[in-house]
């Protein structure tokens, strides 16, 4: 079968693509408004972008009304956000947070979500989660006749918890952060070392 996308609806493109651009990692977003009311929604049209300058991408829609998204908003005017890598504890959490608020509503007391100052200047991380990136804003990306508003972020800060570092040396990380497959959330299955090449 070949699909012709010039002739599939905006959701027929998307259910095609979450299910076959597999597995996406999860970007649990914590943004804070100019009043400093908490924001956290998990997007998975996310991944790294680039080592030098240390940078990832993440992908916002639009609300259900056509208005932006409050991570979206606040990103644009603080230029400031925490990103989460969500392990399997937080996954009731992380996905009652998909749930649409209203603006001046904080899913931090909506859901119970715990979380905890880490870098100053910094909205908060997630409690207790393996890891968090505290980045700014680095640029917009303007996709001509979308409603999806790809955002470059760089990274200035990353919190690691001591428990998932398996070699401090080399600091290596060893820990199952959730993925999202089609509908569906999953966890990594076993590692394959490749072969070495002669």
Not at 181 to 197: C, D, E, F, H, Q
Request: glycine share 4%.
């Amino acid at each position: 079968m070949l699909v012709d996308y010039a002739n599939k609806e905006l959701t027929q493109k998307y259910q095609l693509m979450a299910q076959t651009i597999i597995p996406r990692p999860i970007a649990w977003i914590v943004t804070q408004n100019e009043e400093g009311l908490l924001n956290i929604a998990p997007f998975s049209y996310f991944m790294g972008l680039s080592s030098e300058p240390a940078t990832m991408m993440v992908s916002i829609g639009h609300k259900s009304d056509g208005s932006q998204k409050d991570t979206l908003k606040n990103l644009r005017e603080t230029k400031k956000c925490t990103i989460c890598m969500v392990d399997e504890a937080h996954l009731e959490a992380m996905h009652f947070s998909s749930k649409e608020l209203a603006s001046n509503e904080s899913e931090a007391a909506a859901f119970n979500i715990e979380t905890k100052e880490i870098v100053e200047g910094f909205p908060p991380m997630v409690a207790g989660i393996p890891s968090a990136f505290f980045c700014e804003f680095y640029q917009e990306i303007d996709l001509k006749g979308s409603k999806t508003i790809p955002l470059v972020v760089e990274i200035k800060a990353q919190f690691i918890d001591d428990e998932i570092i398996s070699d401090k040396e080399k600091i290596t990380l060893d820990y199952a952060p959730l993925a999202r497959v089609g509908k569906s959330y999953a966890l990594l299955g076993k590692n394959i070392t490749p072969p070495t090449i002669k």
